[in-house]
């Protein structure tokens, strides 16, 4: 059997093949000559007509594998992403002072609460079943807690943040903090 015979009568096949493995058309198509060419380059090798399909759909298979790996994004960081992380851990750090001393300042069971939770690791779970409370409304408690904890550190410092919402860069509001 010759390469045109046998891409003629294996084309379409190879082709839906690929489209259900390979989203981008383009790509689809770059890959059916990939296949083209390797089949081309080995016809030879194939010992039976029998096994022509098999061997076909194989090389397919190996070409699809090989598109993934070679298109796979590995995350490298550059030297400016290490500053922005340590930027933010340095902010982290200096943000990290002020909690205590705004938890501090919201009312008792509310700082409590979140001294408790926030602080000192102890579970929402566990903290309602010893004071005798429903789950739901101490996570509503903690919630709203927070919030105001936000609100603070809100009205201490004008923050800027990123698209996930983190922390990159704040700038006090008043000149010295009393909380902080």
């Known amino acids: 059997m010759d390469i045109e015979q046998l ?9 839906a093949f690929l489209q259900a493995r390979v989203s981008n058309p383009a ?29 076909l759909f194989q090389i397919a298979n190996h070409t699809v594998i090989d598109f993934y790996r070679k298109n796979r994004t590995f995350d490298t960081l550059n030297p400016d992403q290490l500053k922005h992380d340590d930027q933010a851990e340095n902010i982290e750090q200096e943000l990290s002072r002020c909690v ?48 105001q904890l936000r609100e603070l550190f809100e009205d201490c410092c004008r923050f800027s943040l990123d698209q996930q919402g983190h922390v990159i860069d704040y700038e006090s509001k008043i000149k010295n903090c009393k909380n902080c």
């Open 100 to 147: 205590e001393p705004f938890i501090k300042a919201l009312p008792k069971q509310t700082c409590e609460l979140l001294t408790a939770i926030d602080l000192n690791g102890v579970s929402q779970k566990d903290w309602a079943a010893k004071h005798g409370m429903s789950y739901s409304t101490l996570k509503s408690r903690v919630q709203k807690g927070r919030q």
């Open 27 to 55: 790509d689809v198509d770059d890959l059916l000559q990939d296949i083209l060419i390797k089949a081309y380059k080995n016809l030879d090798s194939v010992n039976s007509k029998s096994s022509l399909k098999s061997w």
């Open 7 to 15: 891409w003629s009568e294996y084309r379409t096949s190879l082709k």
